[in-house]
C-alpha cells in the first residue's frame, strides 16, 4: 500500500538545531517500520524558505534572502544522511517546480470563490509569521513562543474564508477522532475550531520575498499557505516524469511540533477543501525538546543543544536511541548531554551492545560460530509472543516511544535469560550439549528479533548487528520469534557501543 509521511519543514533563518533533529529521526522511524511492513513508503522533508523571518534574518546578516536560504538549506539536507534519515525526497519551497504548483493551487481556491480582498489589523509576530489573537499575547506585548516585541499591523491583503469551513472542519473532526494525535492535541485543535474561525490573511503587500499571487502580482501568498502546499507540490516533481500525486496523495501522516498545530490541523485541511483535494489522514504532534533551562530550545532562545556534539561522542544511532527513548512522544522532555551518557553507558552499551557481544563470542567460542540447529525456548518464547502486533498496533498511533520501551523490555529479558541459563557453565558438562544447544539458537533468535524491530530505532547498529549473526532480512514477518536462525554462520562483532 502507498504509505506517504512528512516531516514539517524547517526555516532556514537559522542552521539545524536538536529540534530538527528529533523530529526528523522520529519520523524516518516511522517510515522505516512501515518499509519493514511491505508498505510502498514515500518519506518527504525539506526546507521553508519565504517569508519574513527569513527575509529578516537575511537582512541582519548583510545577505539576501536567497543567499542565507542557499546556505543554511545546504546545511538541513546534509544533515539528513548524518542522522541515517532515509527521506526519498528533500524539497526546498524555492524550488520553481513548488512555487508553480502553489500559484496553480491557489488560483483554483481563488476561482472557487473563497478569497477576497480585505484591510487587516492585528499584532504580528515575525518571527511566526503569524498574527496573534488578544489573548495569547504576553504582557508587555511578547509573542508567547519567542519574547519579542510584536508589531502592530495594517495592510490590504487578500482573505482565505477560512470562516466558511466552520462546519466541514467540525465534521471532519467528528467523523475522525484520529485525525490529530495525540488525543490532547486533537481536543485542542476542536476547541479551536468550536470556538469559531475566522478569516486568516492569505497573502502580504509589503512582503517580495514569497510566491507571487497570479491574479495579483503586488502580492505574495503568506508564508505558511506557502510551505504548507510542499506536502502536495512535491509529488508533481520529486520523480522527473513520473508525478507521483495520484499514488500517494492524501499523505497519511503529517509529523509536526505542537506549535504549529493550528496550521496543520486547521488551515491546511481547510485550503485542501477549498482547492478541492483529499485532506491527509493524521497529524502526529510531538513535544518540544527543552534545554536544561526547561524553556522551549529555539534560535531566538538561545538554548540550543548541538546534535553534532552528541553524535560526535556517541554515534548516530545513540543519537536517535537517546532521543526516541527520553522524550516521550506527544510531550516535552528535557535533553541534556548527562541524560544522553547514562542511556549510552547503561542501555546501549551494557545491555544491548553487551547481549549482542555475548551472544557472537558465545556461539563462537562453543560451537564454532554457527547457530546450533536446534528448537528455541518454548518459555522464552512466550515472552516474545505478539510482541511484532503490539508494536506495529504502538507505530500506528505513532507511539514510538512506548514500542521501543517494550523491546526494550525483550532486551533485558534477553539478558536475564543468559544469566539463568548460564551457558559457560553448560559447556562445561557434556551432557548439557542439548540445553546449550538449544540456549544458543534461542539467544541468536532472541537477539535476532529484537534487532529487526529496532531496526527503526538504530539503523546502522542493527545492520552491523545482524550481519555478524549471520541474519538478513528486516522484513517485519522476521520479527517473529522462532527456529529459523539455525545453521547461520557468526562473525566477529566490534563493539556495537565502546566504552567512551
Ligand atoms: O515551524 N523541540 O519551521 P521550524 C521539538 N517552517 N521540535 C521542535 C523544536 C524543539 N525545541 N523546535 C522546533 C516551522 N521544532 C515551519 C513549518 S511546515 C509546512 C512549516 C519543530 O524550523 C517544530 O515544531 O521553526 C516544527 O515541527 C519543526 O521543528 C520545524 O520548525
Known amino acids: 500500500m502507498p504509505f506517504y509521511i512528512t516531516t514539517a519543514i524547517s526555516y532556514v533563518n537559522g542552521v539545524p538545531h536538536l529540534g530538527h533533529a528529533y523530529e526528523a529521526i522520529a519520523t524516518d522511524a516511522i517510515a522505516r517500520h512501515m518499509r519493514q511492513r511491505g508498505e510502498d513508503v514515500f518519506f518527504l522533508t525539506g526546507t521553508d524558505e519565504h517569508g519574513e523571518p527569513v527575509a529578516d534574518a537575511a537582512h541582519a546578516q548583510g545577505l539576501e534572502p536567497r543567499a542565507l536560504a542557499d546556505r543554511n538549506a545546504e546545511r538541513f539536507q546534509a544533515l539528513m544522511p548524518q542522522l541515517e534519515i532515509s527521506n526519498d525526497f528533500f524539497i526546498r519551497t524555492t524550488d520553481p517546480e513548488h512555487m508553480e504548483r502553489v500559484q496553480e493551487v491557489l488560483q483554483r481556491v481563488y476561482d472557487n470563490g473563497h478569497v477576497y480582498k480585505g484591510v487587516y489589523e492585528g499584532w504580528y509576530c515575525p518571527r511566526c509569521a503569524d498574527f496573534k489573537v488578544e489573548n495569547e499575547i ?65 497573502s502580504r503587500a509589503r512582503l517580495t520575498w514569497g510566491v507571487t499571487v497570479p491574479w495579483d502580482p503586488s502580492h505574495v501568498f503568506y508564508v505558511w499557505f506557502d510551505a504548507l502546499l510542499n506536502y502536495y507540490t512535491a509529488l508533481g516533481y520529486a520523480r522527473p516524469g513520473n508525478d507521483l500525486t495520484e499514488r500517494y496523495w492524501p499523505a497519511n501522516y503529517h509529523v509536526i511540533g505542537k506549535d504549529i498545530l493550528k496550521f496543520h490541523t486547521v488551515f491546511w485541511p481547510a485550503m485542501l477543501m477549498a482547492a478541492e483535494l483529499p485532506v491527509p489522514q493524521h497529524v502526529f504532534v510531538h513535544g518540544f525538546l527543552l534545554g536544561a533551562d526547561g524553556r522551549k530550545m529555539s534560535k531566538s532562545l538561545g538554548n540550543v543543544l548541538d546534535p553534532f556534539e552528541v553524535m560526535d561522542q556517541y554515534g548516530t544511532d545513540a543519537l536517535r536511541f537517546y532521543l526516541m527513548r527520553d522524550v516521550a512522544w506527544g510531550s516535552d522532555g528535557a535533553v541534556g548531554m548527562d541524560a544522553a551518557r547514562t542511556r549510552y553507558e547503561s542501555e546501549l552499551a551494557n545491555e544491548y551492545g553487551n547481549l549482542a557481544s555475548r551472544t557472537i563470542a558465545m556461539i563462537s567460542r562453543y560451537r564454532d560460530g554457527v547457530v546450533p540447529p536446534a528448537g528455541t525456548d518454548e518459555v522464552l518464547g512466550r515472552d516474545f509472543e505478539g510482541l511484532a502486533a503490539t508494536v506495529a498496533r504502538m507505530f500506528d498511533r505513532a507511539d514510538i516511544t512506548q514500542a521501543l520501551e517494550l523491546i526494550w523490555q525483550r532486551v533485558r529479558r534477553l539478558n536475564r535469560y543468559v544469566e539463568e541459563r548460564a551457558p559457560w557453565q553448560l559447556a562445561r558438562d557434556a551432557e548439557s550439549a542439548a540445553a546449550l544447544d538449544e540456549t544458543l539458537a534461542s539467544l541468536a533468535e532472541g537477539v535476532r528479533v529484537v534487532s529487526v524491530l529496532l531496526h527503526p530505532y538504530m539503523p546502522a547498529s542493527v545492520d552491523k548487528l545482524l550481519t555478524a549473526l549471520g541474519a538478513d532480512g528486516l522484513g517485519y514477518a522476521g520479527a517473529a520469534f522462532g527456529p529459523r536462525g539455525s545453521g547461520a554462520r557468526v562473525t566477529p562483532l566490534e563493539p556495537l557501543f565502546p566504552k567512551r
Do not use: K, W
Open 138 to 202: 504576553l504582557e508587555g506585548n511578547l509573542c508567547p513562543i519567542h519574547e519579542i516585541p510584536l508589531t502592530r499591523e495594517r495592510e490590504e491583503n487578500y482573505f482565505f474564508r477560512l470562516s466558511s469551513f466552520q462546519e466541514r472542519l467540525e465534521r471532519l473532526f467528528a467523523e475522525h477522532p484520529t485525525f490529530v494525535m495525540p488525543t490532547h492535541h486533537y481536543n485542542e485543535a476542536r476547541s479551536f475550531i468550536l470556538s469559531g474561525l475566522q478569516d486568516v490573511s492569505l
